[in-house]
C-alpha cells in the first residue's frame, strides 16, 4: 500500500495562518487609527508595525518559494511497521 502526498498540502497550513495573522492585523490597524493618539510617534509606530509585517511574510514567502511542491512524500517508508520475521520471532 503505497501512502503518498504532495508537500503541497502542507502549504494549507500555512495559508490559513497567513489567513488569521491578516485579520489581526486588520484588527490592530483599524483599532490604531481609531483608538490611537494622533502624533508623530502614532505614524512610527503604523509605520514600524506595517513594515515589519510585510517584511516578514516577503521573508517567509521568499525562503518557502524555492522548494518544488509538487514532490510526493512517501509516508510508507516512514511510518513501517515491523512484522514478525523482522523482529525474529
Known amino acids: 500500500m503505497d501512502l503518498s ?3 503541497l498540502y502542507l502549504l ?3 495559508v490559513g495562518f497567513l489567513l488569521v495573522i491578516a485579520m489581526y492585523s486588520v484588527f490592530t490597524f483599524y483599532h490604531l487609527v481609531r483608538f490611537g493618539v494622533k502624533g ?3 505614524f512610527i509606530v503604523m509605520g514600524v508595525f506595517l513594515a515589519g509585517s510585510l517584511i516578514l511574510t ?3 514567502v521568499a525562503s518557502l518559494a524555492q522548494f518544488d ?3 510526493p512524500v512517501n509516508l510508507s517508508s516512514i511510518l513501517q511497521v515491523p512484522s514478525a520475521s523482522n523482529l525474529g520471532l
Open 58 to 60: 516577503m521573508g517567509s
Open 69 to 71: 511542491w509538487t514532490t
Open 40 to 42: 508623530p510617534a502614532f
Open 12 to 14: 494549507i497550513p500555512y
Open 5 to 7: 502526498f504532495p508537500l
